[in-house]
Nanobody, 124 residues
Framework: QVQLVESGGGLVQAGGSLRLSCAAS????????VGWFRQAPGKEREFVAA???????YYGDSLKGRFTISRDSAKNTTYLQMNSLKPEDTAAYYC??????????????????WGQGTQVTVSS
């Protein structure tokens, strides 16, 4: 059973930056991919970014350029660097992982492990 623990959320002003971290209980290189989703109040859960075992990266629509996903296999940790934050980025951010092949990273059901989430609030 893989456990994922997020950290790094908080309150930031618009235009600021945050880096989220996701620590995994087992070696991330044994996973097919790790990634991030987010969910704002009253909205559906949304794909943010993913990075697979080949270190290929994928991003949700309109997020590439502001968000960057990376992983440190030695530390079993995945990061989400978020720059130029906007109030609409306010959401709970969830770390996800999969030990199986994923064809479409934006599909929620494709991910078999989820963290508890960390809150990001961007003030205007």
């Amino acid at each position: 059973q893989v456990q994922l623990v997020e950290s790094g959320g908080g309150l930031v002003q618009a235009g600021g930056s945050l880096r989220l971290s996701c620590a995994a209980s087992e070696r991330t290189f044994s996973m097919f991919a790790v990634g991030w989703f987010r969910q704002a109040p009253g909205k559906e859960r949304e794909f943010v970014a993913a990075i697979n075992w080949r270190f290929n990266t994928y991003y949700g629509d309109s997020l590439k350029g502001r968000f960057t996903i990376s992983r440190d296999s030695a530390k079993n940790t995945t990061y989400l660097q978020m720059n130029s934050l906007k109030p609409e980025d306010t959401a709970a951010y969830y770390c996800v992982a999969s030990t199986s092949f994923i064809a479409d990273y934006s599909v929620i059901a494709a991910w078999n492990y989820w963290g508890q989430g960390t809150q990001v609030t961007v003030s205007s």
